[in-house]
């Protein structure tokens, strides 16, 4: 049986009055109208509650949500829920995404991880003692609020971040984010080692 959808502002009692409530909602608000108040409280609320990425989205506060093509699949005619952000700055979100999150942002923060797995690897070698050479590679910040600050800092959606798989691992397709990721790493990340149990039980991948 399906959970119900908690807000602060209203409950549905099941992921699919919630989907119904959004998709009905999008398809019958002109492109380029704001919704009402009340249902941008209830959006507004969705994302923050349930999308995996609600920092990014809504940043430095919602002033409004309007109906629009979806960034980058205007050709397509996709209709999307938009925040307009109080600094006057936007972005698009799926409704989906928040009752169905999907594999993207798991597979996104692999290709991550496999981008700068070579710093991982050099920082174990050169720091790691006899005693310590079975040992983890552990990101004293989280490795995921790392690459959170750096989607909002370089104002990226992961959602549209190609990937390519290369000998069966992940990576970002794009060399310039690629790049840009690999180096952000370099200068943000605090790296430790942590004995293998110690570094598992804080739910952490071997690095």
């Keep these: 049986m399906s959970k119900p959808v908690k807000l602060p502002s209203r409950t549905f009692e099941s992921k699919k ?19 009402s108040d009340y249902d ?8 923050a509650f349930y999308h995996p990425f609600s920092e990014f989205k809504i940043a430095n506060g919602i002033d409004s949500i309007y109906v629009d093509y979806a960034i980058g699949y205007e050709r397509f005619k996709q209709r999307c829920f938009h925040i307009k952000r109080l600094d006057g700055s936007s972005t698009d979100f799926s409704y989906n995404e928040c009752l169905n999150p999907s594999n993207k942002w798991k597979s996104f923060q692999q290709a ?10 050099k920082f174990k070698q050169e720091n790691a003692t ?6 983890h590679v552990d990101h004293a910040y989280p490795f995921i609020n790392l690459i959170k600050d750096f989607l909002i800092k370089y104002s990226l959606d992961y959602c549209k ?7 069966n691992a992940q ?10 990721f690999f180096s952000y790493h370099a200068k943000y990340a605090s790296l430790q080692l942590l004995p293998a149990q110690e570094n598992l039980s804080k739910g952490a991948k071997t690095a």
């Design 40 to 47: 941008c409280q209830i959006l507004s609320e969705l994302v």
């Design 112 to 121: 991550c991880r496999n981008t700068v797995y070579s710093q991982i690897r």
């Design 161 to 167: 971040i190609d990937l390519i798989e290369v000998d």
């Design 130 to 135: 006899k005693h310590q050479l079975n040992y």
């Design 171 to 180: 990576y970002i397709a794009n060399r310039k984010v690629r790049n840009l």
């Design 17 to 35: 009055e919630a989907r119904e409530y959004c998709s009905t909602l999008l398809n019958s608000t002109p492109l380029k109208q704001k919704v």
